[in-house]
């Protein structure tokens, strides 16, 4: 089941997308909190505005160095368990929304394609057999990131948590084998990442699990699992796509800050 959320110009609703991803039927309420039913509304995706399909009420989570080839193109070793890092819910915008280059700030930013995952119900210190209960779904990150400011501030809360710097999109999959999707990037349509979350360091279960003897996760909290290699830079001008097979493809472009 893939559920987007979305407007029409008012109030953003949420709605079911069909398997060819252009028809979506609208729900009523939040799914995260509300059972699913339809309200016999129907819409075009070409004929709304698709919002980031979440927004995390708490916080979004993410994992540096979860591929070994990752790690190694960035001259890293591989941590021998999780590293996390948290981003603020105000970095998180939607599928096509403009990622802003705060150019007064950052002159080295890259795109980071990753799988999200998305927390559908609260636990704490949860083991890895028991993740897949507290899973709501899954979608796409650009866990887009300041180089200069990642080496120069010694920890990661401006280099990856700037505003906009967090696209997700474009629904949630409910469905889905996270160990099993590919994990594909592009910039201005040529392919600069080809990754599989099979060669994830730790799996997804792995991390909500060590994500949550950290911390009390919460509905609507989102967990990056970690880019593969191919990461680079992006300029003002260019576009970032990122397709996982299984879910669709999350598409932004980049601007520079007025």
Not at 90 to 103: E, K, L
Not at 174 to 192: A, K
Request: one cysteine or more; charged letters at 25%.
């Amino acid at each position: 089941m893939r559920i987007a959320r979305y407007t029409e110009g008012d109030d953003p609703v949420y709605g079911l997308v069909d398997a060819g991803g252009s028809k979506i039927a609208e729900v009523s309420g939040d799914p995260l909190y509300q059972r699913i039913e339809l309200t016999g509304k129907t819409t075009t995706v070409e004929d709304v505005r698709l919002l980031a399909p979440v927004i995390p009420r708490s916080k979004v989570i993410g994992i540096g160095r979860n591929y070994a080839d990752h790690a190694a193109e960035m001259g890293n070793e591989v941590p021998a368990e999780p590293m996390m890092f948290l981003i603020p819910n105000t970095a998180v915008v939607g599928p096509h929304d403009p990622v802003v280059i705060p150019s007064a700030l950052t002159s080295e930013v890259h795109y980071e394609g990753e799988l999200a995952v998305i927390i559908g119900r609260m636990c704490k210190d949860i083991e890895p057999d028991e993740a897949t209960k507290v899973v709501f779904g899954y979608t796409i990150a650009n866990d887009v990131s300041a180089r200069d400011l990642q080496r120069g501030d010694g920890q990661w809360a401006r280099a990856k948590g700037m505003d906009t710097f967090c696209p997700l999109g474009p629904w949630i999959e409910t469905d889905l084998d996270p160990q099993n999707v590919s994990i594909l990037t592009r910039r201005d349509g040529e392919v600069v990442q080809d990754g599989h979350s099979r060669d994830m360091v730790h799996g997804v279960a792995a991390l909500i699990s060590h994500c949550s003897k950290a911390f009390t996760l919460l509905p609507g909290d989102v967990i990056l699992t970690g880019t593969p290699a191919g990461v680079g830079p992006v300029e003002a001008g260019q576009r970032v796509e990122i397709e996982i097979d299984a879910i669709g493809t999350l598409s932004n472009p980049f601007v520079a800050s007025e």
